[in-house]
């Protein structure tokens, strides 16, 4: 019995002395906040911080600003930035073993270091002294930490210095994040040409429906239902019968995420334009933006300033206010790939090009593994760009991120313009993944247009851009990128006073015919931010935020009509026991509340019924080694009009009042499965939005230092307010140009990414509870001197 104790004692003191080595490595890699520190600053530099950790960056120059960044950046958030370029790089097998090859090797394909180089080179030399500075600064604030970041002693590795094209990387990044079909989207819109009648195509692909909302007012006419039979390669499988998809998983577009607006200044209170945005990405620890001002003097010696959200890894401020103007993003979701099909020969080594037959030439990738034997592969390539992965080896991808053009520092030049105009015209070329841009000006001036590089493509008549091309003739291709002459698709102040983008087609015409399609959202959450934006009496910036915060299920009220008029009748209610169900749908499925069973009913149902109707699609990508969310169609669009002509032959049995019956105690049956009965099947019991931190999992009792706790959300992917799990609104951000006193800025984590600082969780309250946070720095808390 002694020795029993001795031993747990002995074990305790064990757990003790860890728990205080853990804790001392912790503090040790705690931020510097106040003091002085030597730096490479040309002149001195002061970084203050309010009480949530809201950095103001004061320099008597732009490069001294973003040395100043880059070394406040790595003492936040240096193990995120890592993983951002090693992400793109294909380099994480470095860091965290042999479970990230597979990530690295699809992602070595793209020879995103080497390009990032290339880019670099290409950049101008202003460009150069900004991103070399910033590195300078990181590698400064990084040696500063007493012990290195805490990831690093968990993962047993030492941090590998920043690099200038390593801020490129962090940019590829996000076009990973933001354009990640990387080809796929087009072999599956192939393969679905090549299954069914070409009326049929046209059907399933096409960009009409009831949810268009256009800022160009454009309206796509409906493709009528085909009058030909149903297609055999969509032949819906008896019901009973086992669904031949494995994933018969759906998603309404490749992309749900982003919403901006912006009203003139005809509509404020205050004559400025107002904009808002919030950018919908995964949910991460720490979050993916750090609020920043950079206040610094200028060569003609102009004071200047800009605040808003900056990218940790790169040198700008990617979203916010200069004074003059504000401006906000969403990802574009226009087509910004093209797949080639590769005419090879016999040996598999030559292909066929417009100057005749070449050799595919080939790069070697060398990969280092942690704890294991390094892995050397091969990256094939042709002119126009990469072989990609078996089984699709006979296809080269064509991408924007491959080129210079597409990869710069350009949008710096944002936080200097001095209107709307000159947001717009300076936004052709900026090399970030192409987004789209409202702005509006100190004078109440808006405008939209896509920022980024614009491919100029040509096409032989009647080729299907949407699908794998050949490009072997010279008929198809790239003719370089588009610039100001060329007339971008863009608004001026449009008689509305008003702009909206939501990740939707934004344009019709010939605007759409060059900016094709990449898988365009609905459009449902456009047109609820449009018409929310319309009806609001008072257009100030408490108002402009109430549109973000919008959780009404208008979406969702046609699926709610034809369950409680058509499916769910006393019969059927009494045979199944769905007095409750009923019940619950009836007063509760207008809005996604936490607390809402009918709306988690009705969403599921929506759900059961389309993924039976589509399942002979997913399992016809299935078969070509695809997905059904690889393709660019809308299900809802197709099935909605199926469901409103009761066309018999696309469901089983051909009949579709089955359907929705099988799709009711379906949806009943998963309620009782996961909440245990169908009271307790909430909105909230199954949309828990977690931040997790990527090493969580690494050391017991860690998740409860580093992660936040699930919380039951308020919200969707169909209206304003997204949140799902893993996926939400990155940030809230409302201000007008002049009026930054009145704007809001809000974050869903904290400025740190190190559990021990106080601005760790800074944010976190408020923007689960949707309170709003000023725009601008509060009261400085610390200060901190960067000396020459």
């Known amino acids: 019995m002694i020795l029993l104790r001795r031993l747990l004692l002995g074990l305790l003191v064990l757990v003790l002395l860890l728990a205080i080595a853990l804790y001392l490595g912790l503090r040790g890699s705690l931020p510097t906040y106040d003091g002085q520190l030597k730096s490479g600053v040309s002149a001195p530099v002061k970084v203050e911080r309010d009480e949530r950790g809201y950095a103001t960056i004061t320099a008597g120059n732009r490069v001294d600003a973003a040395r100043a960044l880059g070394f406040t950046h790595a003492q936040e958030r240096f193990f995120q930035m890592d993983l951002l370029r090693r992400n793109a790089a294909g ?20 020879r995103f270091r080497h390009r990032a180089e290339l880019a670099l080179a290409a950049s101008s030399p202003e460009e150069q002294k900004l991103l070399l500075a910033y590195a300078e600064g990181v590698n400064e604030g990084l040696a500063q930490l007493s012990v290195r970041p805490f990831e690093y002693g968990l993962l047993r590795q030492a941090p590998k210095p920043w690099r200038p094209e390593d801020s490129l990387l962090a940019v590829l990044s996000m076009y990973l994040d933001l354009q990640g079909a990387q080809g796929r989207d087009e072999l599956a819109m192939g393969a679905l040409k090549d299954a069914v009648p070409a009326e049929w195509y046209a059907f399933f692909t096409q960009l009409g429906g009831d949810w268009q909302q256009a800022v160009d007012g454009s309206v796509i006419e409906p493709v009528a239902i085909p009058k030909t039979p149903w297609p055999e390669a969509l032949k819906p499988a008896e019901a009973a019968a086992k669904v031949a998809c494995s994933d018969c998983s759906l998603q309404d577009s490749r992309d749900i995420g982003s919403n901006n607006f912006v009203v003139a200044g005809a509509l404020t209170p205050h004559g400025g334009a107002i904009v808002a945005d919030d950018m919908h990405l995964g949910t991460r620890l720490p979050g993916i933006w750090f609020k920043a001002r950079l206040v610094w003097t200028d060569e003609l010696g102009k004071r200047r300033q800009v605040t808003g959200l900056s990218l940790p890894g790169t040198p700008a401020i990617t979203a916010g206010s200069n004074g003059s103007i504000a401006w906000g993003f969403t990802n574009s979701t226009a087509d910004w790939t093209d797949v080639i099909a590769l005419k090879l020969d016999a040996t598999g080594t030559r292909y066929m090009t417009p100057e005749g037959e070449k050799p595919l030439t080939v790069a070697k990738e060398h990969i280092e593994v942690a704890g294991g034997e390094a892995v050397d592969m091969e990256v094939k390539e042709t002119i126009w760009g990469p072989v990609m992965a078996a089984p699709f080896d006979h296809y080269a991808l064509r991408w924007v991120a491959f080129d210079t053009a597409a990869l710069n520092l350009k949008s710096v030049a944002l936080e200097r313009a001095a209107s709307a105009d000159e947001a717009l015209t300076l936004a052709v070329g900026v090399g970030i993944p192409a987004q789209n841009l409202v702005v509006g000006d100190a004078k109440g001036h808006i405008g939209w247009t896509i920022i980024g590089a614009i491919p ?19 008929a198809n291709g790239w003719n370089g990128y588009m610039s100001a002459d060329d007339h971008p698709p863009r608004i001026d102040d449009p008689a509305d006073g008003r702009l909206w983008s939501a990740n939707a087609r934004q344009v019709g015409g010939e605007a759409l015919a060059l900016l094709g399609t990449g898988g365009y959202d609905l459009g449902a959450r456009g047109q609820q931010i449009r018409n929310d934006l319309r009806a609001l009496p008072k257009l100030d910036e408490t108002a402009v935020h109430g549109v973000q915060l919008d959780y009404r299920a208008v979406f969702l009220q046609r699926w709610r009509k034809l369950l409680l008029d058509e499916v769910l009748t006393p019969d059927f209610i009494a045979k199944n026991g769905l007095a ?33 109707l ?29 469901i409103q002509a009761g066309r018999a032959d696309a469901v089983s049995g051909g009949n579709w009042h089955a359907l929705f019956e099988r799709a009711v105690l379906k949806s009943r049956d998963q309620a ?16 828990k939005l977690a931040f997790a931190h990527p090493l969580s999992a690494a050391v017991p009792g860690l998740a409860a230092l580093l992660d936040m706790p699930a919380t039951p959300m308020f919200g969707d992917r169909h209206m304003p307010r997204v949140a799902l799990p893993g996926h939400g609104q990155s940030e809230r951000m409302v201000v007008s140009p002049g009026h930054e006193d009145k704007g809001i800025l809000t974050i869903p984590a904290g400025q740190s990414g190190h559990p021990l600082s106080p601005f760790y969780k800074a944010d976190h309250e408020y923007w689960l509870e949707a309170k709003p946070l000023p725009f601008l720095p509060g009261d400085t808390r610390h200060t901190l001197m960067l000396e020459p």
């Open 91 to 110: 380099e994480l097998s470095a860091l965290v073993g042999a479970k990230a090859l597979p990530l690295d090797k699809s992602r070595r394909i793209n």
């Open 456 to 474: 100029k493509r040509h096409y032989a008549d009647g080729v299907d851009m949407n699908v794998p091309q050949d490009w072997s003739t010279g």
């Open 580 to 612: 409750e169900y009923r019940d619950a749908v009836d007063k509760s499925a207008d809005e996604a509340r936490p607390d809402a069973v009918g709306y988690a009913l009705v969403r599921q149902f929506r759900d059961d019924v389309l993924e039976e």
């Open 614 to 642: 589509f399942a002979p699609m997913a399992a016809l990508m299935e078969k070509h080694q695809l997905k059904m969310r690889d393709l660019k169609v809308v299900p809802e669009t197709a099935g909605w009009m199926l």
């Open 672 to 687: 009782i499965q996961r909440a245990g009965s169908v009271t307790a099947y909430t909105w909230g019991s199954q949309n």
